[in-house]
């Protein structure tokens, strides 16, 4: 059996003309952008735009990076259309925000945002038997994923199968975070059954600067210098993974795959051409603290334990400027302004970590329990 592709190539700095290069090398042993766009189809471009950040906070998937996609795709005759759900905000905004209305403007692509929910049928028995995806990404010929290398409190990182969650509508994903509750493992079937509706034939990763530390939307970048690609997105998660000096199994969404069957999960099942992992490995990438504890114990004691030693969300009172955007998003309706001041009752938060997410000024970041931050010393 032929195993997955995933391509690597080296990228110094999104320079236009050496990240077109880089994108187009990685994508040639695929079979180049022609063996997935014909004359006149219509190709969403699915990047990372989480909220409404500057391109150099590596929070999103980088202009530059999309406007070389972009060219690519013309050149292969596709009609370009950018579209996403972001976490808050509209999708005008963030595109304005992040700088893509000029890109947008000279490369020719339309904005396509999320409205419409369809249900989809997963083919699972259990309770995710089906799922919603945009409408707007099922009608689309094309679908070219294009996720940026970041950490993530739930799934560890965030890149292709995760990025993919932009699929889903607006406040559904909310919905969604406060059905998983603080079972993440549901979380990530959830994200890998979204991930393989929606069919990307093409995963393009923005590797060149990623965000360690407090990410999704509160970290550092780091340069990585990489760009990479394949038609399946959790070999390409798999592989970075390990580039990034982390086991296969760190991620989350890689297990779920495997658990429903789905997609190349090891290594071994991996073709890497290109760059190999050791020409590109980045060393002491910071992650994320783990953000839950799920154990076989009765209610009483999982809540006590929970307390001591899960993770919880804290507000930096001197970064919060009470712009709401976290008491707007919060799935279980923990959080609220009380005498001019972001109060959370931990009793109802689920620690799905949206507040982070949302916030715009990184006021938001991570508290660890007492017990863990204990047992680590």
């Not at 059996?1 to 050496?18: E, F, L």
């Not at 945002?113 to 369809?118: A, M, V, W």
């Not at 990410?215 to 038609?231: C, D, F, H, M």
């Not at 090891?266 to 760059?275: M, R, V, Y």
Request: charged residues 25%; hydrophobic residues 40%; aromatic residues 6%.
């Amino acid at each position: 059996m032929p195993k997955t592709k995933v391509t690597i190539q080296k990228c110094n700095g999104y320079v236009p003309d050496s990240l077109e290069a880089a994108i187009r090398a990685c994508v040639e042993p695929l079979g180049g952008f022609s063996a997935f766009v014909r004359p006149g189809d219509r190709v969403l471009l699915k990047p990372n735009i989480l909220n409404n950040s500057k391109p150099q906070k590596a929070v999103t998937t980088h202009p530059t990076f999309i406007a070389a996609v972009a060219r690519l795709v013309t050149e292969a005759g596709g009609k370009v259309l950018l579209g996403d759900s972001p976490a808050f905000g509209s999708l005008r905004k963030a595109v304005k925000a992040n700088g893509y209305e000029e890109m947008m403007r000279e490369v020719g692509v339309t904005l396509l945002p999320f409205e419409e929910s369809r249900v989809v049928k997963t083919g699972n028995d259990g309770p995710l038997h089906e799922i919603e995806i945009a409408g707007e990404v099922l009608d689309c010929d094309v679908v070219i994923n294009l996720p940026k290398i970041k950490t993530h409190g739930q799934m560890f990182l965030t890149m292709a199968v995760k990025n993919l969650f932009g699929c889903v509508v607006g406040r559904r994903k909310a919905q969604w975070h406060l059905e998983a509750g603080k079972n993440y493992e549901h979380f990530a079937r959830m994200l890998a059954h979204i991930a393989r509706a929606c069919k990307p034939a093409l995963n393009i990763l923005d590797g060149v600067v990623a965000m360690e530390g407090n990410g999704p939307n509160s970290g550092t970048p780091r340069e990585t210098n990489l760009v990479a690609a394949s038609t399946d997105p959790v070999a390409l998660d798999v592989v970075i993974t390990n580039v990034l000096g982390f086991e296969t199994d760190a991620m989350n969404t890689t297990r779920a795959a495997r658990e429903i069957g789905w997609s190349a999960t090891e290594l071994d099942e991996i073709e890497i051409i290109g760059e190999s992992i050791d020409d590109v490995r980045v060393a002491d990438f910071k992650t994320a603290r783990k953000r839950d504890l799920i154990l076989p114990l009765p209610a009483f004691a999982k809540q006590i334990l929970r307390r001591l030693f899960t993770t919880r969300p804290r507000i930096d009172r001197t970064k919060c400027r009470l712009c709401k955007k976290c008491v707007d998003i919060c799935p279980p309706i923990a959080m609220t302004i009380k005498k001019g001041r972001v109060k959370i009752d931990f009793g109802r938060c689920i620690r799905c970590f949206c507040c982070q997410e949302a916030c715009p000024d990184g006021a938001i970041d991570v508290k660890e329990g007492l017990l863990s931050k204990m047992l680590r010393r």
